[in-house]
């Protein structure tokens, strides 16, 4: 089965940015959508962005604007570039098919101080 390797979370001021990155072991070119989600201390994991294999995005509400995903299926990747983060964007971030079916990773924590 697909393992995925989640990287590139970190602390950074309010205003900042991140670049997250998602490795899969295997081929992710048949999995139509991708999807980063994040959970947040005492809260449900939550689906933030997703990317499909031809590339169309979709954004939840809280964070259109600042985040942009994409992926590269030779590299079997997937990317989230993070801009204008805020405090509540901490959370340990994770990637997984649309709906999520693949075993989770370990994710990448971002922490982002006021």
């Known amino acids: 089965q697909v393992q995925l390797v989640e990287s590139g979370g970190g602390l950074v001021q309010a205003g900042g940015s991140l670049s997250l990155s998602c490795a899969a072991s295997?081929?992710?070119?048949?999995?139509?959508?991708m999807g980063w989600y994040r959970q947040a201390p005492g809260k449900q994991r939550e689906l933030v962005a997703d990317?499909?294999?031809?590339?169309?995005?979709n954004y939840a509400d809280s964070v259109k604007g600042r985040f942009t995903a994409s992926r590269d299926n030779a590299k079997n990747t997937v990317y989230l570039q993070m801009n204008s983060l805020k405090p509540e964007d901490t959370a340990v971030y994770y990637c997984n098919s649309l709906p999520p079916y693949l075993r989770w990773g370990q994710g990448t924590q971002v922490t982002v101080s006021s």
């Open positions: 990317i499909t294999i031809d590339g169309r995005t």
């Open positions: 295997g081929s992710i070119f048949s999995i139509n959508a």
